[in-house]
């Protein structure tokens, strides 16, 4: 079955690049999602990256993939207070009839000044 | 910006009681989805939905959970007969296509007691 796995916290001070790393299962998935979720917020779609790349850029964003590893990334550059939250990786599953995310347990981002 | 809008924000039913969870997706969005966060646990994926009918459904999905879209705008979640272990944050979310990505709502917040 598909299984997406991350580290459950990171810390990085204000001004640093933070790294949150996922690893995935499924080699099947097409896409792989970033999402963001702040204190009592919804999932917010950051970025997404289609399986046939391994690099993909987004102002502060960086996406890489390793697809033999099954292994996805997000690096945020220059990490401010407001990147505090947390961050799900995202399988996207399709199955017979339909498809489906699956997330992984997300990881909590502190930025410290 | 377009976005999925979740009503209400926080739901507290009697165990038993029958509950309705509405949704109002992205308005040009086809396909539909309903996925569920129990407190420290991973979001899982509940059911999709397209053409007015259910695409797929995980094993969560059982017969004490429906869904429909009653008109052109909403999307409901209903749960008959609820139990204290549906007491989770429910996401619905929205995709253009198939295989494009998925927006969500804030989320509702049902609690069971």
């Known amino acids: 079955g598909e299984d997406v796995e991350q580290s459950l916290f990171l810390s990085v001070r204000e001004g640093d690049s933070s790294v949150i790393n996922c690893t995935y299962t499924?080699?099947?998935?097409?896409?792989l999602y970033w999402y963001k979720q702040e204190p009592g917020a919804g999932l917010q779609l950051l970025t997404y990256?289609?399986?046939?790349?391994d690099m993909k850029q987004d102002q502060r964003l960086t996406v890489l993939l390793n697809i033999m590893d099954k292994h996805l990334s997000l690096r945020i550059a220059d990490t401010q207070t407001g990147d505090s939250a947390i961050y799900f990786c995202a399988e996207f599953i399709t199955m017979g009839g339909g498809n489906k995310l699956t997330f992984g347990t997300g990881t909590q981002l502190k930025v410290e000044l | 910006e377009p976005e999925v809008t979740q009503t209400p924000s926080h739901q507290v039913t009697q165990m038993g009681q029958e509950v309705i969870l509405r949704c109002v997706p992205i308005?040009?969005?086809?396909?539909f989805y309903w996925y569920r966060q129990i407190l420290g646990q991973k979001v899982e994926f509940l059911v999709s939905f397209y053409n007015n009918e259910i695409s797929e459904k995980s094993e969560i999905f059982d017969d004490q959970f429906s869904v429909e879209r009653p008109d052109g705008s909403n999307f409901t979640l209903k749960i008959r007969s609820t139990k204290l272990e549906d007491s989770a944050m429910y996401f619905c979310?929205?995709?253009?296509?198939?295989?494009?990505?998925?927006?969500f709502g804030d989320g509702t917040r049902l609690s069971i007691l």
């Open positions: 990256i289609f399986s046939n790349m």
């Open positions: 308005s040009n969005h086809l396909y």
């Open positions: 979310a929205s995709s253009e296509g198939g295989n494009q990505p998925q927006h």
């Open positions: 499924d080699s099947s998935s097409t896409y």
